[in-house]
């Protein structure tokens, strides 16, 4: 039986600033990718703006079963990279890298979380095509977050989104429910049968993941316990917002439309 926790009008208000700073810490990243760049700088800006807003990261230090605590505050994954890329003063970006970050904030309770593909300099046709397939599914399975609506139609809709132009979703890995807790039920799959699953509500909050790859969804982890590779080698892209289901539609709580274009 899935529990999922419905928060109250003053439980959303309290997400609306944890999401507003989750956006802003991603937004501050953007402004800072470009070619030379190394991930650990990137993580830097993480760390300070966490500070600077008064909250504490979601990430550093989190544990997965079977897994070290994770080691930093964004998660970095490049080009062939699915998600939970460590960052390192000894990777630099390069002019035509795509650049998936993933940053999350604690704040007075809750979690805000999200994540942005960015393009660092001049990318490919095939990659600028991955970034607006990943990016438009997310915000169709958004779109389909409204009540009365099941779970499996945002999940179809990100499958839906990423197999209609010939990509495939990442299977091993799921959006969240999220709140007082980083991840809370339900999960979110990438994929799924459209009127299946749990009926939606006013109050729930979710973390959507859109995550695509251009080739197939096999993938491995590197040495390092956590970066999550295409086996295929393929690019892969991952879009993430953190959504609060309200009784007239869903409502994006890690708005970044000013980040699109970059
Ligand atoms: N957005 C991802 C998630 O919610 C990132 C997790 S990174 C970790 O699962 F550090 F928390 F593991
Ligand atoms: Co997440």
Redesign the pocket.
Known sequence: MTRVRIKSQSEIEAMRRSGKAASTILQRIGEAIKPGVSTYELNQISRQTIEELGGTS??LG?Q?PGHNP?PATI?VSLNEQI??GIPSKDVLLNEGDIVGI?T?IFLDGYHG?N?FTFSVGEIAPDAQELLDTTRVSLYRAIEAASPGNRLGDVCFALQDGAESHGFSVVRD?SG?GIGRQ??EEPQVPTYGDAGRGVRLMAGMTL?I?AMVNVGNSDMRVLDDGWTAVTTDGSLSALF?HTVVILSDGPEILTDNSELWGK
């Open positions: 979601s990430f989190y997965f994770y998660c998600v939970h993933d999350a979380d994540a890995f969240h980083l991840h973390a993941e993430e």
